[in-house]
């Protein structure tokens, strides 16, 4: 490992603390505008944020600032911007001297914010991974706090209107978190859970992805293989659903079954590795019913398979990735949603 990449993880996973241990939002925006300057070798680095009502804030060196408005009035008179923006050259006319790389933080609502690094002489063009990934987080700490501030109790249409937004993000995946809900439900059903415990698992079924929010869609809509760097992005999202929601009033206990439901049955998945029973019962069940939607519905990465074949996986993986007694239930179910009808000969595990 290099240690200009070294130098990358280590100020990525400050800021990516700093937001799971709550820190202000203005100390976290100010570290990831110090980690501009740092990381793209830049003279300045500036961060906007734009609230929903309040004035837009400005966080950088002093020296700074006063460009702000400027740089906020320039990406506003280009909206609107292409989803996914990626990195833009602007050289205000109010100051020539200095060019600008801009990532502007998109979400649903629009523009709220942007991560830029300020140079003296302009920079040789090339891609800027480090800058990229930085607005990744600046947008994740401004909607986690967003977030908080207008949702102080657990409310199914509030959480149903954030698992919307982060399905708009990505067509692909249009109402997957519905989908997921369903099927994890009537599992959750099947096995004769109590209406509490079907409840949570439902909560946490329409939130299990929130922490895509601030994936960028370059690397969500990525036809090909991902990079090492933007896998550990897109396996991060688990313990970024954690940071968002660790907050927010009565959703404490959707905690473990989003932060688990990549786990695998012996251990091999993420974010902790954990295996068997060590995997709360909720995760288990939110783990197939993610995975079968995921396997039966087309992405920018694969094709859709057919029921039938998505459940031969699940029963083939059972045991190895899936809990080897929830599997079988789960199929018979599903075949059984499509009137096929089974004899003792057909597949249990």
């Known amino acids: 490992m290099s240690e200009a990449f070294a130098r990358t993880l280590a100020l990525l996973h400050h800021i990516s603390s700093m937001v799971a241990d709550n820190h202000p939002l203005p100390a976290i925006l100010q570290a990831v505008s110090e980690a501009t300057q740092s990381l793209t070798q830049a003279s300045w680095g500036l961060v906007l944020n734009l609230p929903t009502v309040e004035a ?7 020296r700074v600032l006063a ?6 009035r320039h990406l506003r008179q280009r909206l609107p911007l292409e989803s996914p923006p990626g990195v833009l050259q602007l050289a205000l006319p109010e100051d020539g001297s200095i060019c600008f790389l801009v990532v502007p933080l998109l979400s649903r609502e629009g523009l709220r914010g942007a991560v830029a690094a300020l140079y003296v002489t302009p920079p040789e063009p090339k891609p800027n991974l480090a800058l990229r990934l930085l607005g990744n987080q600046a947008l994740i700490a401004i909607e986690k706090f967003r977030l908080e501030s207008i949702v102080s109790q657990r409310d199914e249409g509030t959480i149903r209107a954030l698992a919307s937004a982060i399905d708009a993000r990505d067509p692909s995946t249009h109402r997957h978190s519905q989908a997921v809900t ?3 439900v009537s599992l959750a059903q099947a096995i004769g859970l109590d209406e509490e415990a079907v409840s949570r698992i439902r909560y946490a079924a329409i939130l299990h992805d929130v922490g895509k929010i601030g994936i960028a869609e370059s690397i969500l809509f990525k036809p090909g293989p991902l990079t090492e760097v933007e896998r ?7 313990l970024v659903g954690v940071s968002i929601l660790s907050g927010i009033p009565d959703m404490k206990e959707l905690i473990p079954l989003i932060r688990h439901h990549h786990e695998r049955y ?4 993420y974010p902790d590795g ?6 709360p019962l909720g995760a288990h069940i939110l783990a197939i019913a993610d995975s079968f939607d995921a396997m039966t519905n087309e992405r920018p990465y694969h094709q859709g398979l057919s029921i039938l074949e998505a459940c031969a996986i699940l029963e083939k993986e059972a045991g190895r990735l899936f809990d080897p007694e929830l599997v079988p239930i789960f199929c018979r179910m599903i075949r059984q949603r499509i009137g096929v009808i089974e004899t003792e000969d057909s597949p249990e595990s």
């Open 182 to 184: 369903d099927l994890a």
């Open 266 to 269: 012996d251990g091999s998945g």
């Open 274 to 279: 954990l295996r068997g029973d060590e995997i």
């Open 56 to 62: 837009p804030e400005f966080y950088g060196p002093e």
């Open 67 to 72: 460009l702000g408005p400027s740089l906020l």
């Open 232 to 238: 550990a992005v897109v396996e991060a999202h688990p």
